[in-house]
């Protein structure tokens, strides 16, 4: 798998005490800096999202607290000591009225933070993102399925070539292999407790009442087949955002990032302007 450009990993500490993985890349020089907030996947320095926007932009990606350590999450119980984190994390960093990219998981944490802090994002990327509810509409139970099952539910065509290469992926791990266990396993399952922390039982903390309070223009990007989270919910966010657009893209599911990614990444920089 590719690496960005100029990646770098650093270790920042927070006034809580906490201590946030960081991960930079980018061309450097002039380029606009864009915040990557990242899903329940996790990000490292492969990250194709990640890679896919140090080609436009420099990229300043925070590791959600969780993923590395569970313990981080002892002081953080809700969506607002969340927001706080991140707030922490803006501020360690620098960073006011940033541009922030958020899919999924990602991109419900960059809304509780804009809602939260409206002077932190200065722009904001909703990819497919997490963070409403409809009985109707349901958002699937990503927690509730086998890890050979999540292709059908990630990719716009649940048999193309993205879901089978994931669902042989996940086929062939070696269990028995104390590498791929510490390395892959740990890690994933490490990730998915921590995100489920924010999104289970199901991925509606009440953000609904507070979008109103997002300062930012947005943009919602979402894949027209999302077996995840619908297409239906880039409409209720752009209800509920003040200053919102949506872009569906045919054809693409929920990790439309990475299966049409010049037209995401096109789509951000029109955006962006």
Known sequence: ???????TSRD????SGLVCRVIEAGPGGDAATVVYLHGAGGVSEQDEILVNLARRWNVV??????????????????????AIHYEEVFGSLGLENAVVVGHS??????????????SRVGRLVLLAAVGLWDDDEPVADVFGVGVTELGGLMWGDPDGPGARAMREGLETIDVSDPKVVDELLIPMMQGFSAAAKFMWPIPDKGLAKRLRRIAAPTLLVWGANDRLVPAGYAARFERAIPDARVRIVPGAGHMVPIEVPEEVIAAIERFLG
């Open 105 to 118: 998981f990602g991109g419900m944490v960059a809304a509780e933070l804009a809602a939260h802090y409206p």
């Open 1 to 7: 798998m590719a690496t960005a450009a100029g990646t």
């Open 12 to 15: 920042v500490p927070l006034p």
């Open 61 to 82: 990606a925070p590791m959600a607290p969780g993923f590395r350590d569970l313990a981080e999450l002892g002081e953080i119980d809700d969506v607002h000591d969340l």
